[in-house]
């Protein structure tokens, strides 16, 4: 949906609303917070670890909003999918490669979004969460595991009261001890 329609200049609110809310939340995803020794590892894969965590929040959340809200997750996955698949091409990867390497990454992403966000819906404690990340994190992370279930908790405890239309306008706080510079 949304690499096409902006090809072809179609982009409709709802694809606006996803690109403003992905750009947001890849931008708080880039916090030098979240990287570096005994964090996560600045790398691709780990940066995709940390917007993982932050569309899962968000994506817990949408799905409370009813039709509306699931549209606007659907509308956001396919913007994070496109930005994936945009990466790989500009690696020089061709199509076939491209679709052999994004398959395994959808699907390790819906694993985790599913792993965090049933936590996060069912109201689980930030043990539960800190169970869930170290089974998806790489080892290097593991002893930053504790702050980052706390930041994920908080995040979520922050986006949850808020409206269809703040999230899509991306009216996001972000807890303090990873603010983006």
Not at 56 to 74: D, F, P, R, Y
Not at 110 to 138: F, I
Request: net charge negative.
């Amino acid at each position: 949906m949304g690499f096409l329609s902006s090809l072809f200049g179609k982009e409709d609110a709802l694809t606006r609303d996803a690109r403003r809310l992905y750009s947001k939340l890849m931008a708080q995803s880039r916090s030098p917070w979240f990287y570096g020794p005994e964090r996560v590892a600045d790398s691709y894969d780990g940066r995709i670890d940390v917007l993982t965590l932050h569309i899962s929040a968000i994506l817990t959340v949408l799905n409370t909003h009813g039709a509306n809200g699931e549209k606007l997750g659907q509308a956001l996955f396919d913007e994070m999918k496109d930005d994936f698949e945009i990466a790989l091409r500009e690696e020089g990867l061709s199509d076939a490669s491209v679709k052999k390497r994004i398959t395994p990454m959808i699907s390790l992403f819906y694993d985790r979004v599913r792993g965090y966000s049933e936590v996060l819906h069912t109201g689980g404690s930030q043990s539960d969460l800190e169970t869930v990340l170290r089974e998806s994190l790489d080892p290097q992370s593991q002893g930053f595991v504790p702050d980052l279930a706390g930041y994920l908790m908080t995040f979520y405890a922050l986006v949850k009261p808020l409206s269809l239309g703040e999230i899509a306008l991306a009216e996001l706080s972000f807890p303090a001890a990873a603010e983006s510079s």
